[in-house]
């Protein structure tokens, strides 16, 4: 598995862990959609930085997050943050219409700190209602897999 991971990161183009840790992801937790944001402390938003469904939802993609419980929980304390079911979708993400259109009915957002401080999220949502364990642990693990791909951002 590792192995597999090292050979993709090695592709040529943009974010080549991004896009290994997608991969592999299809193959372990067998999400439908993977995002990655870059997180902008000042201004207090995130912008997509790769999208594995990018016609339907694009990179470029800009949210504030100012003043929201996802926000301080993700970003500000760098602690994952887990989804279920509709109304989770509803209450924490603007464009709920969207992820929900997609038949997207849980997600896990996973904090990637440098230094301790978040600067991005990678993020991983399926169709079922309820997140499975099984599929939870090693999504964390992709994340750290992916993390240096954020390195760049800060230089």
Known sequence: MIEAFEAAARE?????????ADRLGRE???HQLLTAMVFDRETMSVQRIFSSRPNEYPVGGRKPKRD???GRQVLL????????GDAAIREHFADHAV?????????????????GNCVGTLNLLWSDEELDPERTAPAR???????????PQQI
């Open 12 to 20: 040529e183009g943009p974010l080549p862990r991004i896009r290994a």
């Open 99 to 115: 992820i929900l259109g997609l038949g997207l009915r849980s997600i896990v957002n996973l904090p990637i700190l440098i230094g």
């Open 141 to 151: 693990l992709l994340a750290l897999l992916a993390a240096p791909d954020w390195l």
């Open 28 to 30: 372990l937790v067998g």
């Open 68 to 70: 929201t419980e996802w």
């Open 77 to 84: 304390e760098g602690r994952r943050f887990e989804g279920e």
